[in-house]
């Protein structure tokens, strides 16, 4: 069955010092892959998505992600944290299963300290 | 750049009663969703609906829920007679040929 694990429920970071959250999925054929990023009470803003190509994606905010099939492995990284990137931040797949569904890791909260 | 949206932004209802969100897809879009997302929880899948019947739904989708285009613009979630587990953020998403789905802002459901 399709799944995206996120190890970590939260992470915390010095503003300024780098960032890496951790996601694996389980899907049978080549992924759709997508960071997400919701801050309390909002709604879902696309970071950056995989479809194929080249495994690093650049994303909106800095933000950066690398596919590796051999872990099926989609971490999302960010070279310097903001203060304003304290949220929640959700890994997804998007899965062919008759048809076409995004299945959500649990999700990690940042927390960022000055 | 174009958006879904979704009407209310927010309801409140009393638990039993029937409750009716609306969304507007985009519009040269085919591929309607619901997901659903419990207070400090993860986004789940309900339904998905092309072709102007559902295509998947998931076991929350139970028959209490249904959907449906009335007018070839809004998709819309009725939930017949609403119980307290029902609160939570209800997003709508819509989807052309790309594979990638675009989420509109949510409503947040209140059962009281």
């Known amino acids: 069955a399709q799944s995206v694990t996120q190890p970590d429920i939260h992470i915390t970071v010095s503003e300024g010092a780098s960032l890496e959250l951790r996601c694996n999925y389980s899907y049978g054929a080549t992924p759709y892959l997508f960071w997400y990023v919701q801050s309390p009470g909002q709604g879902l803003q696309l970071l950056l998505k995989y479809f194929s190509g080249d495994t690093l994606v650049q994303g909106i905010k800095g933000f950066e992600a690398e596919f590796k099939r051999s872990q099926s492995s989609f971490n999302l990284r960010k070279p310097s944290v903001h203060w304003s990137d304290a949220a929640e931040y959700f890994c997804?797949?998007?899965?062919?299963?008759?048809?076409?569904?995004?299945?959500f890791g649990a999700g990690t909260r940042l927390f960022v300290k000055a | 750049e174009p958006e879904v949206t979704q009407t209310p932004s927010h309801q409140v209802t009393q638990m039993g009663q029937e409750v009716i969100l609306r969304c507007v897809p985009i519009s040269n879009h085919l591929y309607f969703y619901w997901y659903r997302q419990i207070l400090g929880q993860k986004v789940e899948f309900l339904v998905s609906f092309y072709n102007n019947e559902i295509s998947e739904k998931s076991e929350i989708f139970d028959d209490q829920f249904s959907v449906e285009r009335p007018d070839g613009s809004n998709f819309t979630l009725k939930i017949r007679s609403t119980k307290l587990e029902d609160s939570a953020m209800y997003f709508c998403?819509?989807?052309?040929?790309?594979?990638?789905?675009?989420f509109g802002p949510g409503t947040r459901l209140t059962v009281l």
């Open positions: 998403a819509s989807m052309g040929t790309s594979g990638n789905p675009v």
């Open positions: 997804a797949v998007g899965a062919n299963t008759g048809g076409f569904k995004t299945i």
